[in-house]
């Protein structure tokens, strides 16, 4: 068949330098970048739509919402589980978060009219499905692939390797990531098994003091290290020098 030429459009200045990097694109198009988050609402609800609409494109795929003002098949890959939590977008003004607001609108627009929507669980397609049982017939399960590099470094050094209790987390300090719970049993592990080094990475952007706050409640506070956001190579570091994810 004819060989696929993607066109990738972003206002991340990380992503444009990942794709050249990998040369995944015939075109790589910066939209806004290093503008606000009005400044790229602007963009992509005015400007991007029709800019693909006057493009060749046959097909648009997207992240979490759909391309307005673009009559072509789109393709939603959802990732977010807050997106089908069902809480109404009222309730996320009263908490004056009104972005948060507008992207689960655009959540449940994009689930109820796009050609297809790829989700990265079962899990989540089954939330999803909740909020709109009709969308089953066009929903399907794409899993997130591992880096067969970072899968070949784990499975290489797994076997002599002593299990040395180093555990790692990749959260955000959402409530629906549930890190109260994470954090619970990770003091309960450290109880039952005192004889080892154990110690937590936890790894994501955000307000982490609630939960410091609880560590050190448990007794755990010197033995979990909120690290903050990580490039992928710092990433790859950390999951090659730890026993579990």
């Known amino acids: 068949g004819a060989p696929i030429r993607p066109r990738v459009y972003t206002s991340r200045p990380e992503v444009l330098a990942a794709v050249h990097e990998l040369r995944g694109a015939t075109e790589v198009q910066a939209v806004s ?5 009005f400044r790229r609402f602007l963009q992509v609800g ?15 795929l997207t992240t979490n919402a759909m391309v307005p003002a673009c ?7 959802h990732q977010n589980l807050k997106r089908f939590l069902l809480v109404p977008p009222w309730r996320r003004c009263l908490r004056l978060e009104f972005g948060e607001a507008l992207r689960d609108v655009l959540a449940h627009r994009s689930l109820a009219q796009s050609a297809r929507n790829v989700f990265i669980s079962k899990f989540l397609q089954g939330e ?8 089953h017939t066009r929903n399907r399960v ?10 070949a470094r784990a499975t290489g050094g797994c076997v002599d390797r002593p299990f040395t209790g180093r555990l790692l987390a990749v959260q955000a300090p959402s409530p629906h990531k549930d890190n109260p719970t994470l ?3 990770f003091a309960l592990v450290v109880r039952r098994a005192p ?20 560590a050190a409640e448990l007794g755990v506070e010197k033995r979990i290290g909120f690290v903050g956001p990580r490039n992928a190579r710092e990433l790859e570091e950390l999951f090659a020098n730890s026993d579990c994810l």
């Open 142 to 151: 794409v899993y997130n692939g591992i880096s067969a590099r970072l899968l």
């Open 33 to 37: 970048p290093g503008g606000g988050g």
């Open 183 to 185: 954090i619970r049993m």
């Open 46 to 60: 005015f400007r991007l739509g029709p800019t693909i609409a006057r493009s060749d494109a046959e097909v648009v």
């Open 195 to 214: 004889a080892l080094d154990w110690f937590l990475s936890v790894v994501g952007g955000g307000d982490w003091a609630p939960f410091t706050n609880m």
């Open 71 to 77: 009559r072509l098949p789109q393709v939603v890959h």
């Open 128 to 135: 999803a499905e909740m909020a709109l049982p009709q969308s």
